[in-house]
């Protein structure tokens, strides 16, 4: 257990929605990471937000969108759902340069 | 984009044996770092090293790093069933982000 969950576990959207994953952090770590894993490879960094302010960006698009709240958890918004959003989808707390604490993750699926 | 470059991308061995898993990357780092996942779910980390060192032992694990070659291994020693998995190497630099390698698939038969 590392102390990092996320919400829900699976999901299964239909093309054009949107969908919110959620992410609650370890205690007393202030930066959190999302990442997408499609399968079969390694995890793609979306972005990154550190004391409620992002803090670094994948290539993604705007349509990929995030929060972190004062508690530190944090939330991961996907409008106008693709296809090929379809994916396992990360997230993880951490201090500085420190290693990473993962959740689960959330199997989404858009069909 | 991927920083790291895993290899091989698949290693398949019997039980007792050692594993070696190899990974590459591209600009300079702070710290290079491990995990393992399983069934693709959530990461587990294994073992950090930073730029600084050069090897570093975590019970059956064993991490070199080579900055001159931008390169690192993971060595598994007398392998088991249960560490069937894959494998990722990540690295972190001074913007807080890792970056990922494509992973090692290790199958260990019993």
């Known amino acids: 257990e590392t102390g990092v969950t996320q919400s829900p576990t699976h999901l299964i959207k239909t093309r054009g929605q949107q969908v919110t994953l959620r992410c609650s952090s370890q205690?007393?770590?202030?930066?959190v990471s999302w990442y997408q894993q499609a399968l079969g490879q390694g995890p793609q960094f979306i972005f990154q937000?550190?004391?409620?302010?992002?803090?670094g960006r994948g290539n993604f698009p705007p349509r990929f969108s995030g929060l972190q709240f004062p508690n530190y958890s944090s939330e991961l918004n996907v409008n106008a759902l693709e296809l090929d959003d379809s994916a396992l989808y990360l997230c993880?707390?951490?201090?500085?340069?420190?290693?990473?604490?993962f959740g689960q993750g959330t199997r989404l699926t858009v069909v | 984009s991927q920083q790291g470059e895993e290899d091989p991308q698949a290693l398949s061995i019997q039980e007792g044996e050692n594993a070696t898993m190899n990974c590459s990357y591209k600009?300079?780092?702070?710290?290079l770092q491990w995990y393992r996942q399983n069934s693709g779910r959530g990461l587990v980390h294994l073992i950090l090293i930073r730029s600084n060192e050069r090897e570093k032992h975590s019970g059956r694990l064993r991490v070199t790093l080579d900055t001159s070659k931008k390169s690192s291994s993971l060595l598994i020693t007398a392998s088991r069933a249960a560490d069937t998995a894959s494998y990722f190497c990540?690295?972190?630099?001074?913007?807080?982000?890792?970056?990922w390698g494509l992973g090692t698939s290790l199958a260990v038969n019993p």
């Open positions: 600009t300079s780092i702070n710290n």
């Open positions: 993880a707390s951490s201090l500085v340069n420190t290693e990473a604490f």
């Open positions: 205690s007393g770590h202030n930066t």
């Open positions: 937000y550190y004391r409620e302010e992002e803090n």
């Open positions: 990540a690295t972190a630099g001074n913007n807080r982000k890792l970056i």
